[in-house]
């Protein structure tokens, strides 16, 4: 993968549908704005952040805010250059590339279109590989590294630049500041130099984006064996398949948050319970917790596969229901405190999959 073209984003897409695990935005809208960035500015570039000078400074941009809202709200394109852009100038310092925060939902792809509009490389690495709600969950604070000074950006022209005490505290600020702009704004953070990156960052996100998006559209096809190869490859597990039954959805705190029942396909007596916050976090099945936050808990529709965010599961919808390991980057000391259950308050154990991560 050296070069994006507008050709790539197809398969791009459906991968970063899949580690958004039920959140990140739904990345249709941020898909044709990758394709048009690309066929407008031309192809962009992707390198290993070991590849670029060491004390360069990378900049990523990522849409803030809750699913729900990202759904009604498009984004004007305008937003993610103008973070990126605020961000350069209050450090006084040009990015030499740009870098996807999180390589899941639609977080994958715009930071894509900003790279074509910047003419600036996209770095093939990322700190979550899946998405998660706040600010400070990434591997970068696990690594001690700080998310600020960051920048916040909307349609209209609006800019403000954060200088933060810590992760948590730029949690906090961003996300009043968004509460205020709309709740789908533009944010750039963690500006870090390359060799930070290549030392804590987590590699070839971009590239395993792709792995899995293509494996996927092979279960797609109907590939004779494709969806245990898919499993396989993946590390991932099948826990259920059943039918929405129950749906209870709120927008809260910045957040969209839900909790969803479905009822076995097979007329069994078994349910599973799946409680979201943006991203779908911990799966129960018959009362026991059986998938948990950092592995990704991802539904998928039973018939076409295609994966179901979160704003746009229905009452209804039949789905298979699995689990995908979490990038080998996270299992450090700090990540259950950070990640787990108990980060989201749930007085849940961390339950590992029954497959290798990969």
């Known amino acids: 993968m050296d070069y994006l073209k507008p050709g790539d984003i197809e398969t791009l897409c459906l991968g970063a549908t899949l580690l958004g695990a039920g959140g990140g935005g739904d990345p249709y809208v941020a898909k044709l704005v990758a394709q048009q960035a690309l066929e407008t500015y031309g192809p962009v570039r992707v390198v290993d952040p070991g590849e670029l000078p060491p004390d360069d400074l990378v900049l990523t941009t990522a849409v803030i805010g809750a699913p729900t809202v990202i759904l009604e709200k498009l984004p004007a394109g305008t937003e993610y250059v103008g973070s990126v852009k605020a961000l350069a100038s ?21 930071p894509i279109a900003t790279a074509a509009e910047m003419g600036l490389p996209i770095v093939n690495a990322d700190s979550m590989r899946r998405a998660f709600p706040q600010i400070e969950m990434t591997v970068f604070t696990l690594a001690g590294l700080p998310a600020g000074p960051l920048s916040i ?47 804590h960052g987590i590699h070839g996100s971009l590239t395993y984006c792709n792995e899995v998006g293509s494996l996927l559209e092979a279960v797609k096809r109907g590939e004779e064996g494709s969806w245990e190869r898919f499993l396989t490859e993946s590390g991932s597990a099948e826990f259920f398949r059943g039918k929405v039954v129950d749906l209870d959805r709120r927008t809260t705190g910045g957040f969209a948050r839900s909790t969803v029942i479905l009822e076995d396909l097979e007329g ?27 592995n990704l808990i991802c539904l998928l529709d039973c018939e076409t596969f295609e994966p179901i965010t979160t704003e746009y599961l229905a009452y209804g919808n039949r789905v298979v229901v699995i689990g995908m390991p979490c990038a080998p980057e996270w299992h ?15 007085d849940v154990d961390f339950v590992d999959l029954p497959n290798q991560p990969r």
């Open 90 to 110: 209050y450090l006084g310092k040009e990015p030499a590339a740009i870098m996807s925060i999180e390589v899941g939902g639609l977080n994958t792809l715009l």
């Open 153 to 199: 950006a909307d349609e209209k022209g609006n800019q403000c630049v954060f200088k933060t005490t810590d992760n948590h505290v730029a949690e906090s600020l961003a996300r009043a500041a968004v509460i205020q702009l709309g709740l789908a704004n533009a944010i750039s953070c963690y500006p870090l130099t390359a060799a930070q990156i290549d030392e």
């Open 268 to 294: 069994g007596d078994s349910t599973m319970r799946i409680e979201v916050q943006n991203e779908n976090l911990i799966a129960f099945l018959d009362g026991e917790a059986v998938v948990t936050t950092p």
């Open 332 to 346: 450090r000391p700090g990540m259950l405190e950070l990640v787990g259950p108990v980060a989201f308050g749930y």
